[in-house]
């Protein structure tokens, strides 16, 4: 019967949550920018016995997502639950990447999530109640070459989480909660900005975005500092820890290797900037339509490995 906020809700990890939500009995709030998707994803859930309320949000405009934090309150009466799950990406070199992608990758993977902060922590303080889950990523522990936007707001989310955690350690039943998670079968990868001149993959072994729902909701219910899906992740997050002379020796080139494919492509700017209603759904599609793809990939940041050795 809790209250659940979920940005990014039109597609992927957002929209997977959101379903699971809505199997817990949970009232729920959906934000994206894209109206369409948006409505799918509220309806899906309605089908799913869910209250809903679809709320069209930009995460990068600060007094919408407060709008929107009122408007579940307006709406339900409470707010318990907060999913900062929106995000976006740019692949190419730093100076690749045109100043204004680069902005908004990190307006929308961090600042977004600041936004969602903002709206969510007065109630909670209010309430004595609530769980705020940011989503990072493993690249939030991890460094990779021409993905810098991304990798620099996902470190800069975990280390907010972390921040406050230490803030909040003496307000009881208050949790800031982060989870990481390696490659996730969502459509990320196909509205991702591209300034490479090569069409991008993610490298496998993927996640299924289902499995980080079901992670999400866990969190809601019994919060975890922070949750790395999943053994790949962590065994990256060890390497770079404990052995960087060796990450940086092979895992660099490795991810150089196999995130490109051998099309060549034009530079665009995906749905970085403005929402791409056609490239929504919770998957992806890799595991299913794109398996040779894949096998590429992973053929390809094996080689790139072996080069750096």
Known sequence: ???????????????????????????????????????DAAEECERLGARVLAVPTDVRDESAVLALASRAVEGFGRLDVWVNSAGVMAYGRFAEVPSDVFRAVIETNLFGQVHGARAALPHFHRQHSGVLINLSSVWGRVTAPDVSAY???????????????QELRDVPDVDVATILPQAVDTPIFARAANYSGRSVRPIPPLVDPEQVAEGIVLCAQSPKREVTYS???????????LLP??????????????????????????????????????????????RGELRRALRATLRGAVRGR
């Open 1 to 39: 019967n809790c209250v659940v906020v979920i940005t990014g809700a039109s597609s992927g990890i957002g929209r997977a949550a959101a379903r699971r939500f809505a199997l817990e009995g949970s009232g729920l709030v959906l934000a994206a920018r894209a109206e369409g998707p948006l409505r």
């Open 151 to 165: 990798v620099a707001s996902k470190f800069a989310v975990r280390a907010l989480g972390e921040c406050l955690r």
């Open 231 to 241: 053994r790949m992740g962590r065994l990256m997050e060890v390497a770079h820890s």
């Open 245 to 290: 002379g060796l990450y940086n020796r092979l895992l660099p080139p490795a991810f150089e290797a196999g995130n490109y494919g051998s099309e060549r492509v034009e530079a665009k700017e995906g749905g970085v900037l403005r929402g791409e209603p056609a490239l929504h759904g919770e998957n992806g599609g890799w595991k299913t339509d794109r």
